[in-house]
């Protein structure tokens, strides 16, 4: 079992920045894919960037050139750098982590974009 806990959300003008961490309660290893998911009220939850036990990373079409996924491994975290937040960016964003038998999901964290 795994424990993730995201951290870093906050209300934040349009143009600005935030960095979210998703921490890990024990060392991955193995294949995986991490990754960062979004919902905003009354959607569905959609996927923001994922990012490979192979370092391969992904990202949603709506994020491309604002956003960076990133693994800490001295910090056992995974991050995601969000650039030029739009009021659209607005939502509860979830850590997830997949393996081959299991899927697992932080808490979330509100991100609320607006001036």
């Known amino acids: 079992q795994v424990q993730l806990v995201e951290s870093g959300g906050g209300l934040v003008q349009p143009g600005g920045s935030l960095r979210l961490s998703c921490a890990f309660s024990?060392?991955?290893?193995?294949?995986?894919?991490m990754g960062w998911y979004r919902q905003a009220p009354g959607k569905e939850r959609e996927v923001v960037a994922t990012?490979?036990?192979?370092?391969?990373?992904n990202y949603a079409d709506f994020v491309k050139g604002r956003f960076t996924i990133s693994k800490d491994n001295g910090k056992n975290t995974l991050d995601l750098q969000m650039n030029s937040l739009e009021p659209e960016d607005t939502a509860v964003y979830y850590c997830?982590?997949?393996?081959?038998?299991?899927?697992?999901w932080g808490q979330g964290t509100q991100v609320t974009v607006s001036s």
């Open positions: 997830n982590l997949q393996d081959k038998i299991s899927n697992f």
């Open positions: 024990k060392k991955i290893v193995g294949a995986y894919v």
């Open positions: 990012l490979t036990s192979s370092s391969t990373t």
